[in-house]
């Protein structure tokens, strides 16, 4: 593992946080994590994100959606 790696400041605890984060709504989150719309897990029934994994998310969806756009 990369001794780089700052876990602490790739995580993002409670619904509150990831909504500031995504400028989003604490219940939009909800609504996006119960439709499978963002990457998360549970840690007791707090809703935890990675930035590093909602980063690569985004940007695969993005690139997924260029390229129906394009026809590809």
């Keep these: 593992m990369d001794e780089q790696y700052d876990l ?14 995504l400028g989003m709504t604490r219940r939009q989150v909800y609504h996006a994590c119960d439709q499978q719309y963002l ?13 590093s994994t909602i980063m690569a998310y985004i940007t695969a969806r993005e690139e997924k959606n260029a390229s129906i756009k394009r026809g590809l």
């Design 8 to 21: 602490a400041s790739d995580v993002i605890w409670g619904a509150a946080a990831i909504g500031r984060t």
């Design 39 to 51: 990457p998360f897990f549970k840690v007791g029934s707090t809703v935890v994100c990675r930035r």
